[in-house]
């Protein structure tokens, strides 16, 4: 059972691990566990089936303010970024497969306030402006978020299994989980080391050589 976000055909190739360890994986990575929504609709596909929707949500223009965003919060390195890795599909097929109406709308508002945001105070839409405006943009909007959060718990990005997490705080989810459980993620970015081992955060790595994820 493979379980990453969308890749052109010639680039799929299976990897041997199940989507519910990709997902937890994800959850390690992500600092708690990956939202309900999110893990529904993964886990709902069919083995070896690929995670993107036959019915598109998103416009054309929420779409390439999508992909611009993924774009700034995972970009191309010297390994491939969030969109080389088929992140926007995987966003788009949790919104259709795992998310309700409010929680689709409420993505779909968020884009559109940022497209907005982008005209007021740079005259142009979010996907045609610099990158250095781009991430302006979402660092405010992260802040913003911080910001309405209850005082008493902060706003839990990650963790947790709620599905109502606001605009940005799922848009970093659905990125991250959709890239680290990408072919990318999972081959290029990581080592996953199949057997048991132990995690140090804080072990001195030799340029170019990957960091392991083990099991625990």
């Not at 259709?96 to 559109?112: K, S």
């Amino acid at each position: 059972m493979t379980g990453y976000a969308a890749l052109p055909s010639a680039r799929r190739a299976a990897i041997p691990i199940d989507r519910r360890e990709f997902l937890w994986r994800a959850a390690v990575i992500l600092g708690g566990a990956v939202s309900t929504s999110c893990a529904n609709a993964v886990l709902g596909r069919p083995a070896g089936a690929p995670l993107r929707t036959d019915s598109p949500f998103l416009r054309g223009d929420e779409r390439a303010t999508l992909t611009a965003a993924i774009d700034r919060i995972l970009p191309a390195t010297e390994t491939p970024g969030g969109v080389e890795a088929g992140v926007p599909d995987f966003v788009e097929f949790v919104l259709v497969e795992g998310f309700e109406e409010d929680g689709r709308q409420r993505f779909r508002d968020g884009l559109a306030q940022l497209d907005a945001s982008a005209l007021e105070q740079h005259g142009a839409g979010f996907a045609a402006l610099p990158p250095e405006a781009q991430g302006g943009l979402l660092a405010a909007i992260e802040q913003q978020e911080l910001a309405a959060a209850p005082p008493s718990g902060g706003l839990d990005f990650f963790g947790g299994l709620r599905d109502d997490k606001p605009f940005f705080a799922t848009l970093k989810e659905l990125s991250v989980v959709g890239f680290f459980t990408s072919e990318v993620g999972a081959t290029q970015v990581f080592d996953f080391h199949a057997w048991p081992g132990h995690f140090d955060g804080c072990a001195a790595r030799e340029p170019g050589v990957r960091p392991a994820f083990p099991l625990f």
